[in-house]
């Protein structure tokens, strides 16, 4: 398996479309790729400073790299379903009840995701009134990446609504084995403690 | 509508869709923008509260303290930690649970996350345990039990939260958080001892086997020093001390010890790049349903009514303040809980004349506790899970273990200048401690 197939998530394949799994690749790369980014400006900025030269404008790159892999991880965890969970009530039932919940579930997600899409773009919008040291650009560029992630959190609530409203929402998964650690050897035991 | 019901209506909103399944980050949202449209707040103004909790540089250390743990998960470098625990206390009497305990006082040095933690120890811990004969409700209490220890010890992301949100020394509470985080290892140690299970005898590993272990894993063992000697020593923040210690394990452990890993760190760094974005946009959703508590006066009405029955003694306040996030942590995770409820820590830290160091520590240590109370203890949860036994089984296990905590949070409270011993011998400026105008030394607050 390449890295890149292990990128896009193999679960819940009846929630998704095959078309959107090339999306989530994209999204999962960029991520990497801010995080990567982010990791190299933190370095330069100390290797800048150590030497007496700091590049100032490498922390207005940090945080740009910083907030919208943030946002971007958001948007690519809903598709996977990665996010943070109270509890998963929902995957305990079965049938008409388990439907009615899950649907339920994405219109908040779907609700959400319109209001960070209308009002981000008000706040982006806004944003061309003030400026980022030391570079001067808007800081509508960061605010930006608010209503992109509302609609690509909308696109992905909506591929799983209308998936699971079509194919239903309760299918049984293989158990996950995407952790590589084997266990320890414990050694020979000689017997009980007394 | 008055406030305390928008207030309701909020926290009914988030419990109500976080319960019913919707993820974490979004229920706070919606419960956010219920109140905010009850209370003729801008939505806009509420998108940029979700903006401001994010945007801020010490939050950045996240990424990397999870990047570090996430390359060491993969790059399989932890078996030689849990070898290293197996050489030191797999002889003791409880066996490999003394090893689990011994071995999240090192992994946690490195990962600073539970849910790592448990991870971690439930694959390379949990299989060997069960060959041995111990009860999986056992393996499952014990293994969230010692995971907590990352919430409290450096370099912790709890602490980093903390310590970001709430204007305190992100350093202090690293140090601070030492002793809590040795006295529930140590406490577990004990508890093992006396009241777990005897597990499988095995010979005391000689010298030479300890020093071989050692050796083996001394290049991961360095990823601490760098940590907190780069933040200890002021060379580095925690962001940039978590940065070094990446290129560390990037540049000389991975090369060094499993070479074959090369050609996986991109995925590493993809993973961790959607990782990191889990905790962080709920901290940014928190951050909103906090300044709703503060907008609303939610957080002035309950410093108020713990005030008006503590009266000015700190260490009662910070009873009542305990309890109060032992109840919250049953049902909400720690970094909600800590951002949710700051304006209320902050105005109970000035009302009692609290030292910030000391009142986070000391939520911090509740907060871990939380992770495995029921009914929502996210790692016990995701220990059973892994483990696979019954929650319910779990908990019952994990009761009488519940001892260590609540000593360790009261001794937490009590005892001030011990938890605060440390933080003032190394960085004596995180607790309030400044230089001597006569030159020599620090004066320090009482």
């Not at chain 1, 900025?45 to 007496?52: H, K, L």
């Amino acid at each position: 398996m390449t890295i890149a197939d292990k990128l896009v998530l193999q679960r819940q394949q009846h929630l998704k479309w095959r078309s959107f799994d090339r999306l989530e690749l994209v999204l999962m790369i960029v991520c990497g790729l801010l995080c990567f980014g982010f990791s190299l400006s933190v370095m330069f900025d100390i290797i800048t400073r150590t030497v007496g030269h700091p590049w100032l404008w490498l922390q207005e790159v940090t945080s740009t790299l910083f907030i919208y892999a943030i946002f971007i991880g958001a948007a690519v965890a809903t598709r996977r379903n990665d996010h943070l969970y109270l509890t998963g009530i929902s995957e305990s039932l079965h049938g008409t009840p388990r439907l009615i919940v899950e649907i339920a579930i994405r219109l908040v997600v779907l609700a959400v995701a319109s209001c960070l899409i209308w009002y981000g773009y008000l706040n982006y919008l806004r944003g061309f009134g003030s400026f980022r040291l030391p570079s001067g650009t808007p800081i509508a560029s960061l605010y930006a990446v608010i209503p992109l992630s509302g609609a690509l959190i909308a696109l992905f609530t909506v591929e799983q609504l209308v998936n699971g409203i079509s194919k239903g929402f309760d299918h049984p998964e293989p158990p996950e084995e995407d952790f590589a650690i084997p266990p320890i050897d414990a050694g020979a035991p000689m017997g009980p403690l007394p | 509508m008055s406030a305390p019901v928008i207030l309701a209506l909020m926290s009914f909103c988030f419990l109500f869709f976080g319960y019913l399944g919707v993820p974490v980050p979004f229920s706070l949202m919606a419960g956010v923008f219920v109140g905010a449209t009850l209370a003729d707040v801008s939505l806009a103004a509420i998108i940029q509260k979700i903006f401001d909790g994010v945007d801020s540089e010490a939050l950045l250390a996240i990424p990397f303290f999870l990047l570090v743990g996430e390359l060491m998960s993969s790059a399989n470098v932890v078996v030689r930690i849990a070898n290293l625990s197996l050489s030191l206390v797999g002889h003791i009497r409880g066996g490999l649970s003394q090893v689990v305990v011994v071995f999240s006082m090192f992994f946690s040095e490195m990962s600073g996350s539970t849910t790592a933690d448990v991870a971690v120890m439930s694959r390379a811990l949990g299989g060997p345990m069960k060959r041995e004969g111990y009860s999986p409700a056992f393996i499952a209490a014990i293994i969230a039990s010692a995971s907590t220890i990352a919430a409290l010890v450096p370099p912790s992301i709890t602490a980093v939260v903390y310590g970001a949100v709430g204007n305190v020394s992100i350093a202090g509470l690293f140090m601070a958080g030492v002793v809590p985080g040795l006295m529930i290892g140590f406490g577990l140690m004990i508890y093992c001892y006396f009241f777990g299970p005897s597990g499988m005898r095995k010979p005391r590993a000689p010298f030479r086997q300890v020093a071989f272990a050692t050796a083996d894993a001394a290049l991961p063992l360095m990823i601490p020093v760098i940590l907190l000697g780069g933040i200890l020593t002021g060379w580095f923040t925690p962001t940039e001390a978590g940065v070094v210690a990446v290129v560390w394990i990037i540049a000389v452990v991975i090369p060094a010890l499993n070479r074959g890993h090369f050609r996986k760190i991109p995925y590493d760094f993809c993973l961790a790049g959607l990782i990191f974005s889990l905790p962080l946009i709920t901290i940014g959703a928190a951050n909103a349903f906090g300044w709703m508590l503060a907008y609303l006066r939610g957080a002035i009405v309950i410093a108020d009514w713990i005030t008006s029955i503590a009266g000015n003694d700190p260490q009662y306040m910070m009873l009542l303040l305990v309890l109060l996030f032992t109840i919250v942590g049953d049902f909400i995770e720690p970094v909600p809980t800590i951002i949710i409820f700051m304006p209320l820590v902050n105005a109970l830290t000035q009302a009692g004349d609290i030292n910030g160091v000391h009142m986070g520590v000391v939520l911090i240590a509740t907060l871990a506790f939380g992770l495995i109370t029921p009914p929502y203890g996210l790692v016990l949860l995701m220990a059973s899970k892994f483990v696979g036994v019954s929650f319910g089984k779990a908990l019952r296990a994990a009761l009488p273990i519940y001892v260590v905590f609540l000593v360790t949070i009261c001794f937490t409270i009590y005892f001030p200048k011990v938890v605060l011993w440390l933080p003032k011998q190394v960085i004596p400026e995180s607790v309030g401690c400044f230089k001597s105008p006569a030159g020599t030394g620090y004066i320090c607050p009482n």
